[in-house]
Nanobody, 124 residues
Framework: VQLQASGGGLVQTGGSLRLSCAASGFTFIHYGIGWFRQAPGKEREWVSCISASGGVTRYTDSVKGRFTVSRDNAKNTVYLQMKSLKAEDTSVYYC??????????????????WGQGTQVTVSS
């Protein structure tokens, strides 16, 4: 199983980035996919999730209206479009997949598969 996250980088406050997560090794269309992040010295937090069908999306309050999660099941890829970035968005972002979707198991950090992180740094 692989969840390959990419697209991180350095951006100024107010800027945008798009993260991608390319998945392989499992039946992508059966899994809810999402993102967690962790900043230095802080606890890991969930950011967003999209259901297997793409019909349901969830966002943590701090990113609502700024981040958009989407998926392309033909490409086994999930995207996180991030706009109006703030310094507090600076974190390592992890791509996550769970067979049960975007429910409590996922939100509590107990998802089935985790990818390596990609660093997002927002400078003021």
């Amino acid at each position: 199983v692989q969840l390959q996250a990419s697209g991180g980088g350095l951006v100024q406050t107010g800027g945008s980035l798009r993260l991608s997560c390319a998945a392989s090794g499992f039946t992508f269309i059966h899994y809810g996919i999402g993102w967690f992040r962790q900043a230095p010295g802080k606890e890991r937090e969930w950011v967003s999730c999209i259901s297997a069908s793409g019909g349901v999306t969830r966002y943590t309050d701090s990113v609502k209206g700024r981040f958009t999660v989407s998926r392309d099941n033909a490409k086994n890829t999930v995207y996180l479009q991030m706009k109006s970035l703030k310094a507090e968005d600076t974190s390592v972002y992890y791509c996550v997949a769970d067979r049960s979707g975007c429910g409590l198991k996922f939100l509590s950090g107990n998802a089935d598969y985790w990818g390596q992180g990609t660093q997002v740094t927002v400078s003021s």
